[in-house]
């Protein structure tokens, strides 16, 4: 797992109450920034500006002019945090980006949702080849154990596993293997009652429906 630090830009502009508008602008344009931190005369950190309110302003204003309503997110730098973890925390502050600060209320960073998502594109889950699908449950039902039990007990490797909704009790979940044994564990996945969402070109249980199918209505129809 790679340290929270490596995923923390140093590289952005920090707003004093004198900074203008004009001056913070052209960072904006280049970078989708939805909130930047904002210092102090003694750089210590007051607050969050929301970048609307900087877009939106006169060129010539500074900062104190429009910081309306500032707001109080941040992480600590003594916070014991997995870098996945600052997902839960940007939804829940409604931004994407989180300033990073020392006991002493400097800045030391900021974390940015778009670079974590960049980073997270390059995991094994993403790079390395395999065969993915989708399938869905009940979401009082479905097991990772169990999953992980028909897929390994088929000879095939399990690269991932990720959550993709829960929309009227029914969890759909993104499985990625490394393609071995694809057809059997599928038909294994529906004996334990797992819905298949996706199709594959491996999974002739589609096909083999609908072979059976029109045989029948062949057959009724003589």
């Known amino acids: 797992m790679l340290s929270p ?25 280049k970078n989708n920034f939805s909130h930047l931190p904002v210092v102090n005369m003694d750089n210590i950190w007051i607050g969050n500006i929301n970048t609307e309110d900087i877009s939106t302003a006169d060129e010539d204003s500074s900062i104190q002019d429009v910081m309306y309503d500032l707001e109080k997110f941040y992480l600590l730098e003594s916070s014991n945090l997995n870098p996945f973890d600052f997902f839960d925390l940007f939804n829940q502050c409604e931004t994407n980006t989180i300033p990073l600060l020392d006991d002493e209320g400097n800045i030391k960073g900021v974390y940015s949702r778009d670079y974590l998502l960049n980073e997270w594109s390059k995991t094994m889950f993403f790079d390395e080849r395999g065969t993915t699908f989708v399938i869905e449950k009940g979401y009082d039902e479905y097991s990772f154990s169990e999953i992980a039990q028909i897929i390994e007990g088929n000879n095939a490797r399990m690269i991932g596993l990720m959550l993709l909704s829960n929309v009227n009790y029914r969890t759909q979940v993104l499985i990625k293997t490394n393609g071995i044994n694809t057809k059997t564990i599928l038909d294994d996945l529906r004996r334990y009652g797992y819905d298949i969402v996706s199709t594959l070109s491996e999974d002739t249980h589609l096909n083999d429906l609908k072979e059976r199918t029109e045989y029948l209505n062949k057959y009724l129809n003589i």
């Open 5 to 29: 630090d490596f995923f923390l830009l140093t590289d952005y502009p920090v707003c004093k109450l004198n900074t203008l508008v004009k001056d913070i602008l052209p960072f904006l344009e």
